[in-house]
């Protein structure tokens, strides 16, 4: 079936660093894929989502480009701030026009910027 | 825009004793879903409903049950309330039933079973 493999744990950044949390995922043909992220005591947002091969995603300084050569969509930011600090979740849907309503969440990245 | 809304929020109950979540929706959304979290770990589907009076289980539907009375509105019942269980309960919506857009999520309930 279809999956989602992101980097896993915790990532430990100081201001100012660059980020890239990985995401690669399995499935046949274009799949729809989605950034979340999910402070404490919250319900996870949506950042951003692509749905083509090189297509880029943007939302709040996040970027990601869905590359279906290496089925992969990074999640990466030049510049991180302690706000930033929040679980991450990467998610694959349906190809457009698809009949599947579920999503597939990747298990979470805890991103934590000390300042 | 639109907001979810998930009641209540905090949610203490009794070994065996049957509880019930509530959510709404004012996106004018199709589809809701259920996940429960679990501390630290990431998202399970429960019960996800495509149109009003419409339910599909998800991965981890045993012990629930799950009501979509209306658009607006679905319900998830813990059957039977696990003792030391400890979890969120989210809620989310999502414009259509393809799977192709995303999702839009509440502030979850918080549940404890003494």
Same mark, same amino acid.
């Given at each position: 079936?279809?999956?989602?493999? *992101? !980097?896993?744990? *915790? ?23 989605? %950034?979340?992220? *999910? ?8 950042? +951003? ?20 050569? &290496? ?9 991180? *701030? ?15 026009? =698809? ?5 597939? +969440? ?10 | 825009? =639109? ?10 109950? /009794?070994?065996?004793?049957?509880? !019930?979540?509530?959510?709404?929706? #004012? +996106?004018?959304?199709? &589809?809701?879903? %259920? ?17 009003? #009076? ?19 509105? +679905? @319900?998830? !019942?813990?059957? @039977?309330? /696990? ?14 039933? &393809?799977?192709?857009?995303? /999702?839009?999520?509440?502030?979850? !309930?918080?549940? &404890?079973?003494?």
């Amino acid at each position: 079936g279809d999956s989602v493999t *992101q !980097t896993e744990g *915790q990532v430990a950044l100081s201001e100012e660093d660059f980020l890239t949390i990985h995401c690669n995922y399995s499935a046949s043909g274009y799949p729809a894929l989605f %950034w979340y992220v *999910q402070y404490p005591g919250e319900g996870p947002q949506f950042l +951003f989502r692509a749905s083509r091969d090189k297509e880029k995603g943007s939302s709040r300084g996040f970027e990601a480009t869905y590359d279906k050569g &290496t089925t992969s969509f990074h999640l990466r930011k030049a510049s991180v *701030q302690e706000s930033d600090s929040a679980v991450y979740y990467c998610a694959l849907g349906a190809p457009s026009g =698809g009949s599947n309503a579920k999503l597939t +969440f990747g298990k979470g990245t805890k991103l934590s910027v000390k300042s | 825009g =639109g907001i979810i809304t998930q009641t209540p929020k905090f949610l203490i109950g /009794q070994e065996g004793q049957k509880l !019930t979540l509530k959510c709404q929706q #004012n +996106f004018n959304h199709d &589809t809701m879903y %259920w996940y429960r979290q679990d501390s630290g770990k990431g998202l399970r589907l429960i019960y996800y409903s495509i149109t009003e #009076n419409d339910l599909q289980k998800g991965d981890l539907s045993e012990g629930y049950d799950a009501s979509r009375e209306k658009k607006s509105s +679905f @319900s998830l !019942t813990v059957t @039977s309330a /696990q003792k030391n269980e400890m979890a969120v309960f989210l809620c989310a919506s999502s414009i259509d039933p &393809t799977g192709s857009y995303e /999702q839009y999520f509440g502030p979850g !309930t918080r549940l &404890t079973v003494l």
